[in-house]
C-alpha cells in the first residue's frame, strides 16, 4: 500500500505565501510524476503543478511564476511554494503521483486527502 499525506495549508491574507508538502510512504520502489491539483467550492478538480522523476517542472497558467514545485527524492516528497497569494487560489489542494511498487516499474496513481488553502483578508 502507498499512502499520499499533504500538509502545510492554511489561512492566509492575499499576497502572502504557503509552503505545501506532500510526503509518500509504503511500498515504493519509484516515483514517476508528481502533481498538485486543487479544487475549489462548487468547481472541477483543475490541474495545478507538475515536477517529472527527472526534476522537470511545468505549471498551468494561472499560478506560472507564483508557484513553485519541487521535489526531495530522498524524502519521496513533493513541495509546492505559494507566493504572491490571491483569493481565486482558495480550494482544496491535493497531490498525485504515479508510482510503482514494484521491480515491473508498473506505475498506479494514488492521491492525497487533500489540505485547505484559504486566501482571505
Known amino acids: 500500500q502507498v499512502q499520499l499525506v499533504e500538509s502545510g495549508g492554511g489561512l492566509v491574507q492575499p499576497g502572502g505565501s504557503l509552503r505545501l508538502s506532500c510526503a509518500a510512504s509504503?511500498?515504493?520502489?519509484?516515483?514517476?510524476?508528481m502533481d498538485w491539483y486543487r479544487q475549489a467550492p462548487g468547481k472541477q478538480r483543475e490541474w495545478v503543478a507538475q515536477?517529472?522523476?527527472?526534476?522537470?517542472?511545468n505549471y498551468a497558467d494561472s499560478v506560472k511564476g507564483r508557484f513553485t514545485i519541487s521535489r526531495d527524492n530522498a524524502k519521496n516528497t513533493v513541495y509546492l511554494q505559494m507566493n504572491s497569494l490571491k483569493p481565486e487560489d482558495t480550494a482544496v489542494y491535493y497531490c498525485?503521483?504515479?508510482?510503482?511498487?514494484?521491480?515491473?516499474?508498473?506505475?498506479?496513481?494514488?492521491w492525497g486527502q487533500g489540505t485547505q488553502v484559504t486566501v482571505s483578508s
Open positions: 509504503g511500498s515504493i520502489f519509484k516515483i514517476y510524476a
Open positions: 498525485n503521483a504515479d508510482i510503482a511498487s514494484g521491480i515491473d516499474l508498473i506505475p498506479y496513481d494514488y
Open positions: 515536477i517529472t522523476s527527472g526534476g522537470s517542472p
